[in-house]
Nanobody, 114 residues
Framework: VQLQASGGGLVQAGGSLRLSCAAS????????MGWYRQVSGKQGELVGTLSSGGSTNYADSVKGRFTISRDNAKNTVYLQMNSLKPEDTAVYYC?????????WGQGTLVTVSS
């Protein structure tokens, strides 16, 4: 599985962005998808996950502001980010987990200015 993330950019605090992650292959619907983020010099953290069955899980820091969704017909997972804060600034990575393996996209940078 190859993952291609996009949609990052510069946004003011309080604004919104939607990240996309397109996957290759024909088994996308069977994978549990996740978004992670990492600030330079710090350990990466989980943003949220969306299972193949539709269950979601979010980090406390983004609950109520971020939403993960997927379109299996387009082999794409999304991360809708609202009410962005400067502390959301990071490189965001998508992850696909399934069949005993993990796959990572290349990351997309989100910068939130105050």
């Amino acid at each position: 599985v190859q993952l291609q993330a996009s949609g990052g950019g510069l946004v003011q605090a309080g604004g919104s962005l939607r990240l996309s992650c397109a996957a290759s292959g024909n088994t996308f619907s069977t994978y549990n998808m996740g978004w992670y983020r990492q600030v330079s010099g710090k350990q990466g953290e989980l943003v949220g996950t969306l299972s193949s069955g539709g269950s979601t899980n979010y980090a406390d820091s983004v609950k109520g502001r971020f939403t993960i969704s997927r379109d299996n017909a387009k082999n794409t997972v999304y991360l809708q980010m609202n009410s962005l804060k400067p502390e959301d600034t990071a490189v965001y990575y998508c992850n696909a987990a399934g069949w005993g393996r993990h796959y990572w996209g290349q990351g997309t940078l989100v910068t939130v200015s105050s």
